[in-house]
């Protein structure tokens, strides 16, 4: 498992000590792993902010509690919790369905690529889209454990430790939820190229 | 016709963790042999292999702005309480919570000593063994014989006496045995006065716990809380 960083380390014990000032440069070096996480988890720009908020102000009351190994699995814990809890007050109080707002204005997709050409860029949009809306059809346990793994990088044990699960359950999670994207994806997906279009 | 589980003895959770290479060397070497004998396998490996790639190309989002903290925003970051610091968190309710709970306990200890098992209860056994023992010569719930009930049964025995006199004793040795000489009925009556004791002053706590709740609670309207 990925241990915290020297410079992570003296950061988190400065804030520990109520070092706010230490506390934010740890927030610049991970707001853009939460937002991602909320994001993927949620769908859209405004929930997904209000969640990553909402983490770090967990984590900053919760410091002294943060005995390692990795910073990052704990703080993306606390950033998966705030998805989830945030998930279940939108869905008492539905503003904005959270499917219909995926390939709307508020998505990321829509950032260009000054890397890639019109048409590379177009194609990887609409593959963007098409996951990102297979991902949110996903139970909410696959999903964190899938956007953790393959979209956010972590290994199988620091997704156990950001989701409180056991290897087994996260290996489980992981393999059940890419079936599912699978399967989701050969109904429509069309879209992805033939080196990468999914078969039965 | 081929057993469909036999062609595919490999579950959908080995595909996943062998694309991540967590798949063990054995299970992994079986995996490979069974996928080149098996293209809907291959097919199947491949769609998993096309949509980790796909999630893997998604594009990282940049935060749309600082989520630094202010310090408005924020207290200063809780502190795991320490033993002593919880105790007194619950202020004077709780240690009148405890005193009462510790009262009722030890007031409870000693009705249950003085029904179960204390020297007054022996002291009314015995007197229904007396009363009783006759008629009823087995009287198997009396309480375990003392040392100087014993060693004058073992004395009757070695002298030859029969056994059922030992049950139904002569009436002239029970006096003797209901008020026995020995240190049992000082240590219980030093310990029962120890548990009074102790009732007294848990008594006296709960009071006071009581007492400077109750100050408190008249000053919390003026005072503000610190």
Known sequence: MQAT??????????????????????????????YNLCWRMLGFREAAEDATQEAFLAAYSNIRRFRGPSFRAWLLRIAA????????????????????????????????????????????REQGRLLQAALLALPADQRLAVV???????????????????????????????????????????????????TQ | MRNPFRRHPLREEDLSAYLDGR???????????????????????EGLRAVVEGLRALPSMAAPRSFALRPEQVTSPARPMAWAQRASAFGPAGAAAAAALLFIVLVGVDLGTMRGGGPEAVETEKAGAQAYGAEVPGLSAAPAPTPQERSAADAQEEAGAPAATAEAPAPAEAPAEATPPGGAEEEGGAGRWVLRGFQAAAGV??????????????????????
Not at chain 2, 23 to 45: M, N
Request: include cysteine; proline fraction near 6%.
């Open chain 2, 205 to 226: 706590a709960f009071l006071v716990a009581v007492a400077v709740l109750i100050r408190q609670r008249r000053g919390a309207p003026g005072s503000d809380g610190r």
């Open chain 1, 148 to 198: 953790l793994s393959d979209v956010q990088g972590l290994s199988y044990e620091e997704v156990g430790e950001a989701m409180g699960s056991s290897l087994g359950t996260v290996k489980s999670r992981i393999s059940r939820g890419r079936a599912r994207l699978r399967r989701y994806l050969l109904e429509k997906g069309e879209l992805l190229p033939p080196g990468q279009r999914p």
């Open chain 1, 81 to 124: 919790n705030a998805a989830t809890d945030e998930l279940r007050r939108r869905r008492r109080r539905p503003q904005v369905p959270l499917e219909a707002s995926v390939g709307g204005r508020d998505t990321a997709l829509d950032l260009p690529d000054s890397s890639a050409g019109p048409e590379e860029w177009a194609l990887r």
């Open chain 2, 23 to 45: 798949l063990p060397t054995a299970r992994s070497a079986r995996l490979e042999e069974h996928l080149a004998a098996c293209e809907p396998c291959r097919q199947r490996l």
């Open chain 1, 5 to 34: 960083a020297p410079e992570d380390h003296r950061l988190v014990t400065l804030s520990q000590e109520g070092d706010l000032a230490a506390f934010n440069s740890l927030v610049d070096a991970y707001q853009g792993q939460v």
